[in-house]
């Protein structure tokens, strides 16, 4: 059995965002996106989305992200994600996410992710 369409849209997306390349991640998202970091920010609308792609001024853009596992449940994909996040003034952040994609018809109707910073070691 091969992968299906709503995973092979989120590999798409995430490819998209380790290039910072925003027309591909964009095609992965319905018009009416919605996208949530807890404790972060809540936007909706490509508009807003490919605004916010390039993240704070602070960081240098690509991320590098490393998915550990993705399941998925009817039109819900879950993806654990391992990232490092480069700072402009120098050093980098790491960090460990948990992404919560809600899919309509093949493509990424809300993204949901927790953001942890990790500051000693692989879960700290």
Known sequence: ?????????????????????????????????????????????????????????????????EVVRMVEQGDVVMAELTGTARRAAGGEMRMSMAEVFVMRDGKIAERRAWVV????????
Request: glycine share 8%; hydrophobic share 35%.
């Open 1 to 65: 059995m091969g992968i299906s369409r709503n995973i092979e849209t989120v590999n798409t997306y995430l490819a998209g965002f380790r290039k910072n390349d925003h027309a591909q991640i964009l095609s992965c998202l319905t018009d009416d996106i919605v996208w949530t970091v807890f404790g972060g920010f809540r936007l909706t609308g490509k508009d807003a989305y490919d605004k916010a792609i390039d993240g704070a001024p602070e960081f240098i853009d690509p991320p590098e992200l």
């Open 117 to 124: 910073k990790l500051k000693e070691n692989d879960y700290r």
